[in-house]
Each structure stands twice: as structure tokens, then as C-alpha cells.
């Protein structure tokens, strides 16, 4: 008979039994020795289904195709532009990805994109030694206007973003500001200043808190006292 041996959410060490029999599967961060399943390193349990994974509490961002992110360019080539990922390697943005419209070899790219703005794209496709192409096509990919960029651990995104955009949902409702939350870890927010400043705090809980279970009422509890407001908790597909 299968049994889980831990909760969805706790904090899990190298070598701990997450499970028994085979009715459940291994993912990232476990490994199978007979009918039993072990955390192969320190993180967040989570349940997905009948699939056990490991989510690491912190670590370097690792990209990976089908990501989206938030970038900057930084420069401009003759076939498209360099846009920093927050990677050790930068990518590129060729002009086919670009736009829907035909870009003419020669053609001046700062009217598509200058040095200096932000971008929300999609990785497309990385190879085996890190050469990351991103792309422009697709639903909620854009220039960003305006507002800040602010860091957070990229291994947090998914706590920040919640369950169907619950978490960024909430932030978006009380500070009235815009969010975009990259899988990268690069986080845009645009609203009235003492407004982007409790987004980024609020953020910034979350980080710390991503571990301890209870976090979805905790943070809707501080939004309500911070800003007098009433949250309702509602999925949000425009998270990242």
C-alpha cells in the first residue's frame, strides 16, 4: 500500500522518505531505492498529482525552453539584439522572433527595440553550450513602459506568482499596480510609487516566507491591514 510520508509545502533534507509503495512517481529532486522515495536535496515537498518533486529554496537561474522572463537589451547587432537574462550568458533576440512584420536586413532596430528597454519574452531554444534564443511571438510577450525591475530568487517564482497567479493576483488587486513576475527571476512593476514600493515589500515576504506553510493568508492578511482594502483570492493567467 502507497504512503506519503510528508505534507505538500514542508521543508525536506538530502535522504528523507517522501513517500512509499508505487503508486507514486519520482521527479526533480527525488530518487526511487525499491518501493521507496527519497529527497535527493534540500527544498519545498510538493505534491503534483501522483508526482513527487523537490523545489529548491534558493540557487542560480537555469534556463530553459518554453520559459518566460523579463529582460533588458544591451545591445544592438546586425541581426537583431543582445538582451541580459540574468544568466552568466546573455541572449539573443534575432528579427524573425522579433515581430509579426518582415524586418529588412539594414533596416533601423531601435525602432523596434533600443538599448535599455524591457522586454517580457520567451526562451525558444537553448543549446548545449548555454547559446539561448528568446522570441517575441506569443500572448503577453511586449515592451515594458516605464516602472522598475527588481530582483528576487528565481527559485521563489512560483510561490510569488501562486497557484493560477493567486499570489500575484493579490498584490495586483490591493497596490493597483501592473506585475510581471519573470521565471528568471526578474520581476516589473508599474504603479504609483508608495504603491511599487509595498508591491516589491510584500514581494519580498514572500521570499522570505516562501517555506513556512500558511503563506497565502498570511500575505492576503497584511495586504488587507497595509491598505484597508478587501482581497478576494482570484487566479491571474497574466502572472508572468
Not at 522515495?37 to 523537490?54: E, Q, T
Not at 552568466?88 to 529588412?104: K, M, P, W
Request: glycine letters at 10%.
Amino acid at each position: 500500500m502507497s504512503e506519503l510520508k510528508t505534507n505538500d509545502k514542508d521543508v525536506v533534507v538530502p535522504g528523507e522518505i517522501l513517500a512509499t509503495g508505487m503508486e507514486f512517481l519520482p521527479s526533480y529532486g527525488t530518487y526511487r531505492e525499491g518501493d521507496k522515495i527519497f529527497a535527493s536535496r534540500l527544498g519545498l515537498f510538493n505534491l503534483d498529482g501522483k508526482v513527487l518533486k523537490i523545489i529548491p529554496l534558493s540557487g542560480k537561474y537555469i534556463p530553459k525552453k518554453g520559459d518566460t522572463i523579463v529582460g533588458q537589451v544591451t545591445e544592438i547587432l546586425m541581426s537583431g539584439w543582445r538582451v541580459e537574462i540574468g544568466t552568466a550568458y546573455s541572449a539573443v533576440l534575432g528579427l524573425r522572433d522579433a515581430s509579426n512584420d518582415f524586418i529588412n536586413k539594414g533596416a533601423d532596430l531601435t525602432h523596434y527595440f533600443n538599448i535599455g528597454d524591457l522586454i517580457v519574452t520567451k526562451i525558444v531554444n537553448v543549446t548545449t553550450q548555454f547559446l539561448i534564443d528568446i522570441s517575441m511571438k506569443g500572448p503577453g510577450l511586449r515592451r515594458l513602459r516605464g516602472g522598475r525591475l527588481i530582483k528576487v530568487d528565481s527559485y521563489k517564482v512560483p510561490r510569488i506568482i501562486g497557484k493560477q497567479g493567486s499570489m500575484v493576483s493579490m498584490i495586483k488587486q490591493a497596490t493597483d499596480c501592473r506585475i510581471v513576475v519573470g521565471q528568471n527571476g526578474s520581476a516589473w512593476l508599474s504603479g504609483e510609487p508608495a504603491m511599487e514600493l509595498l508591491a516589491e515589500k510584500v514581494i519580498r515576504k514572500i521570499e522570505k516566507e516562501a517555506h513556512i506553510s500558511g503563506l497565502t493568508d498570511r500575505i492576503k492578511t497584511f495586504l488587507e491591514k497595509e491598505t484597508k482594502k478587501k482581497i478576494e483570492l482570484r487566479s491571474d493567467s497574466n502572472g508572468i
